[in-house]
Structure formats: C-alpha cells, structure tokens
C-alpha cells in the first residue's frame, strides 16, 4: 500500500438534523462527513472532484467500513483527519480519524475506484496523481 | 383550482435515522415523505415517476409550505394522505396530511411544474393529465 | 413585527450526499442549510442554543415555507442569510435567503416558539432577548 | 458465532432524495436501510424496538462494515435479507444482504451492544433472547 504524503483535517460543526432520538448524531452521518473530507482535501489541492467528474471521471465508493467509539454530539465540532493510500494499481484507500476534543470518536476507511465514462479505469486521472502521489525526484 | 379526483394514503415507518435529539421526527423529514407519496400515487396509476423521467419529463419542487401540529416519534406509522390539483395551466400543486393515530401531525403543500428536456413544459405530460385529471364525458 | 437588529451569513459548502439523481441540491436540504445557519447565528452571538437546551428550553419549528428559484450544484459554496423578528410575544420568525454566486437560489422562512421545559414559554429565554432584542436606550 | 433461526425480508421503496447526482443511492443510505430491516425484524417478532428502550435498553451500533456491488435506482424496490448471530456473549451482529430484481447489490454487518441504563449490559434484553436465540429444548 502506497500512502500519499498529503493529509488534511476538515472541521465539521454537528447540525441538529444529524442527531437522533438517542441524543448523539446517527451512526449513518460519518460516511457523510467522510465525504466532506474527501471533498475538501482535493479542493484544496486544487483539482476539485466536480472538475474529475467534468472530465468524465467519478471514484464510487466500493467498500466501507467504521468503528463507533465515542458519540458526538449537537453543540460540537468534529474533527476529520483524512489520508489516503494506494490499495493497488486500481483502488484507492481513503483513511478518516473523527476527534472531538481530542477525543477519537470514530474510525473508518473507504475504497473506490476510478471510473472513466462510467467504465473502470486503468489509471487515476493524472491530476490526481500528481497532487496524491507525486514521483521521488 | 382544479382538483384531481384521485387522493391515496401513504403508510410510512419512523425511521430511527429519521428522529432528533429531542426524540422526534426533525421537521426536515416530512418533506421526504411527502415525495413517498407522491411517487406511490403514481405508481399505483400505472404512470410512475421514473417513466416521466425516462420520457424526457421532470417535475421539479418550485415552492413548499409546512404546518407542524404534532410530533412523530420512532415506533409509529404515519398515514399520508396525498391529493392534487391543477393551480394554473403550468403549474400543479400537491397538498399532505401527516396522521398518526387518527391525529393530525402535519399539514402542508408543494407546487411543481413540469420541465420538459429540461425547459418549462406547456404541457402536462399526456399519460399525467388523462389518469389525473381526466375530462368529464 | 419586530426585526432584531442581528443578522448573520452562514457559508456551506454543497455536499455530494445533498445532490439527487436531478443533480442539484434536493428540495429537503435547504430547511438543515436553515437550521445550520441559526446554529451560527445563535453560537456567534455566545448563546449557542444546545446552552438554552440545557436551560430546559427547546425551540421547534411549527412553521415553514420556501420559495425555490434555481437549483445549487455540488462544487458550490452557499451563503445562507439569515435575519429574525418577532411574529408576536410568543412567536420568533427566521427570515432566509441562500446565494450562490450572488444569485439568489432559495428564499424562506420558519416559525419558532419556545417551550420551557416541553411547556410553551410565556417569554423568551432572556439572554435570547438581550442578544437579539435589545431595547433602545 | 451463534445464529438466529429467525430471519426476515425488508422491502423497501428507493426514495428519490436518497439517489446523488450519479444518479444511484448514495453509499450513506444502506446503513439507513439495515436499520429500517431490524426495526422490522424486531416489530414482526413482538418486541420492537421502541420498547426495549421504554425498558432501559438501547442498543447502539460500535462496528459496521459494508461492499458495494452493484448500484441501487430511483424506480425500484430494494429487498434486504436480515439475519442476526451472537458474536460473543455481549455483543450481537446483524447481517444484511440487499438484493435488486435478485441481484446482489450491497452485503454488510453491523455490530451492537446492549446498553441498560446507558451502560453496558451483561445480558441482553430477556425478551429480546427469548425471540431471537431460543434454547434448544
């Protein structure tokens, strides 16, 4: 597994709607924020995801997986750490760390695949690339 | 305002994912269930909204009005009751009731209009208007 | 009716998880867009409102409406505008106005009371008054 | 692990604000659905849910895991297959299987524990054994 240098921690602020009758947000809302990371580390990389899927690419989701430790809660903010990896030459790993208070709330990791004109892709658009995994000089 | 002849009754579950930390529905899930109901009353009239869309047609939500009575809560079954009718030429208007237990929880309406290739549509689409608002003989 | 002074603009940055298969925001976003920016408006003014829930007072939404004038797309930002007054002694109204790109997508607004307790309040939490509605001199 | 005989089919509807701008369910819905499936498992056994927490209980979710196989669509009926093992002697894991026009679409597991007052259980609820792994006679 080949991990990319770049890392990045978005800031979410825990809406009411995200709660349920238990008081703490629904497990079903992490994937949500897991997203907002991925949104936010390629944009501030320059190369927004709704540029790759201008260019006809899109990187669905295949896999998922969460481990529930704390609860958030209405009232907090969240921190998402977010890195990523090569699974292989296809999959790429995205990792994710949610703190509150510097607390570990929530752990997970998602795989997706890069498609082209809704078929596989054979490689990574090159933008992606170059940002996540640039080559040892 | 012309009226539609053909009303119909959603039964909808509370969803946990559904509820808030004050341990009722959030007020932003009604309108999910009024879309539920939508999409049941057409497709019970053999014309379901998908058919629509695959025919070039989109109906898309152009105003919305709610009234909260009552809360839902996890563990109840909900009654939509869904009509319709014709505002003006271009535009049709959905109107709700949200029951639980013979009790009114929720009033509202939404008015729609439809697109055609993405563009407003003179017309209703021909199979809406003939099972909708079908011509006294 | 009686505006406060206090106005707030709440910047939200589209979510994949927002869009449907129209490909814009769906209609039930924006009421959460809604909620978020009075969480801001509320947390900035340093009475945040899970502080008035500890104080026994909740303050749900028996009103809504909105107006939508033009979809907003994943890869945009949002600036959600929000703006309060008083209906009447016991009824709070929040005005909204979300842009994107100075373009005016969505317009709105919801009615609030206060319970205290789960009691309707015969007034207004006090440090809500002396933020939002403070008297002239 | 230890297997309940009990088993059960959710059917449910694709609900339009479930589908993205690719135009499928968006990957954060599933986990809403496998709740939908053991409300219902619970329900048509006599014991749901909403009553294990009026006795105490609550039964929150610490692991889940899902793989995407094929997409889900507005327009059709999801059919997910729940099914549920103890995985030791104080945690419980629901299997869920969704199928599509009997294709396989999502596969996941969620992991829970009981919670008696809002600490962890050393039993399950009686009720909840009695239904779901009854003793050999």
Redesign the interface.
Known sequence: MLFSPIKHVAKI?V???E??????V????Y??WF??AR??IMRIHEH????LEAEGF?C?????????KR?C???EFADVHVSLAKEDRLRTRFFYEIFVDGQLCVKGSTLHIFLKDGKPSRHSPEAFEKIFFPKAP
Do not use: F, K
């Open positions: 602020e809406r009411y709607a709660t349920d009758a238990m008081g703490v629904h497990h079903s809302v994937p949500i997203e907002q949104t936010e927004p995801y709704h540029l899109s669905p989701l295949i896999q998922m997986e969460l481990e529930y609860s809660h209405y009232g």
